[in-house]
């Protein structure tokens, strides 16, 4: 009782505390800072804390304490807002280092969630402009073990400083809000953010994280680094990529060999993978070529394997990841991207019979084939093309 009272006199007639895991944060009050139809937008508040990225936060606990071991971990976030996530890391899963936002009012909130939360031992707040902190670490001989990366849109002006900072061995997460330009709604913003052509696909949102990946993973290899994607997916409005880090050359050479080229045909959805544009003279194609991006898998059954194994330790979680974690599981066996079932099933001029029936009869004829966390009306299968059509069009 005594510590409600104390904390309430902490805080400011217009502002409130959320609690999100184990962390009790102070923020300005979202009902004064709504739009004009009523709605909170993060961005309208005087510093950006959004309640919808809480999953996210989430299954970044996850993350960090499997693939440390729940062992400790130095952390660095350039972009933190009002300090959530990165007191979240040291409540939940060992994390110890910095919380760092150029905005000097986040600064401030980051300072007092700092103290409320007592882990001022583990997070130093930080003051100054993302890159170069990210810069300015490894010229001081800060060895990071991971990095988060959470911006207000493009992640791409903070990779190479990201790519940088990050010790070998070490991990970083992503996350991209720009899914517009991502999955091609807009075309040349998507050239001139990640350097990748695209068009509207009935499988736009993997595309939009294959290019991401495909970006980063090119980014960091063009200064000898290597990030391999172990976990992706994406969510409402918003992608997340966790890569580990490897300093070796020839490891980013393994991974520039699954950054390769879709071809797609609009009218049938037949897509066709290839490694190289020089492959286009020994097949015969239609459609449009879209790339370059990742065409490897969007992550580590192993890894994966290993969160799930844990996640009831988090009982305080919503225990829906886990179902979707499973989700993401059985999607990483199969690279081909998702398939739309109405666009398929509008070519055969059929009705669409329940999702689960047509699963059925692609696993009864030999193939894989599983639910997508992309789209409702998607499946993900490896059954060729042709053949695929073909069991639709007797299911």
Request: hydrophobic residues 35%; positive net charge.
């Amino acid at each position: 009782m005594n510590d409600d009272i104390e904390m309430r006199n902490y805080i400011m007639n217009w502002e409130t505390i959320v609690i999100e895991g184990k962390a009790k944060i102070i923020i300005p009050d979202p009902k004064y800072f709504k739009r004009h139809d009523g709605v909170f937008e993060p961005a309208w508040a005087p510093v950006f804390y959004n309640p919808r990225m809480k999953e996210n936060r989430d299954i970044a606990i996850l993350v960090t304490y499997t693939y440390f071991n729940s062992r400790e971990y130095f952390f660095v976030e350039p972009l933190a807002g009002v300090g959530i996530r990165s007191i979240r890391f040291a409540l939940e899963s060992q994390g110890h280092g910095i919380a760092n936002d150029l905005d000097p009012l986040s600064y401030y909130y980051i300072t007092r969630n700092i103290i409320l939360n007592k882990v001022i031992d583990q997070v130093k707040p930080y003051n100054h402009e993302a890159n170069t902190l990210l810069n300015s670490l490894r010229s001081n001989g800060v060895i990071v073990d991971y990095i988060d990366i959470d911006p207000y849109g493009s992640p791409i002006p903070f990779i190479e400083s990201t790519a940088y900072a990050i010790a070998k061995g070490g991990l970083v997460g992503i996350t991209a809000t720009d899914t517009g330009p991502l999955n091609c709604s807009y075309p040349y913003t998507c050239l001139r953010r990640y350097d990748s052509y695209c068009i509207k696909t009935d499988f736009s949102k993997e595309m939009g994280l294959r290019i991401l990946i495909g970006s980063i993973i090119r980014k960091a290899a063009s200064h000898d680094i290597a990030f391999k994607p172990i976990l992706s997916y994406y969510r409402d409005y918003y992608y997340r990529v966790y890569f580990t880090v490897s300093r070796k050359a020839t490891d980013s050479n393994k991974l520039l060999d699954d950054i390769g080229y879709i071809i797609y045909d609009k009218g049938t959805h037949k897509r066709i993978i290839i490694r190289s544009l020089d492959q286009l003279s020994n097949i015969e194609y239609k459609g449009n070529i879209i790339g370059p991006l990742w065409i490897g898998t969007l992550g580590d059954i192993n890894f994966i394997t290993r969160i799930i194994n844990l996640i009831n330790k988090f009982d305080y979680l919503n225990q829906s990841i886990k179902s979707f974690l499973k989700t993401l599981y059985s999607e990483y066996e199969i690279i081909t991207p998702y398939y739309r079932l109405d666009r398929l099933y509008s070519i055969l001029r059929k009705n669409i019979p329940p999702i689960n029936t047509v699963i059925k009869a692609i696993r009864d004829a030999g193939y894989l084939a599983y639910r997508t966390h992309f789209d409702p009306r998607g499946i993900r299968t490896n059954a060729p093309y042709e053949e695929l059509l073909e069991i639709l069009r007797n299911t």
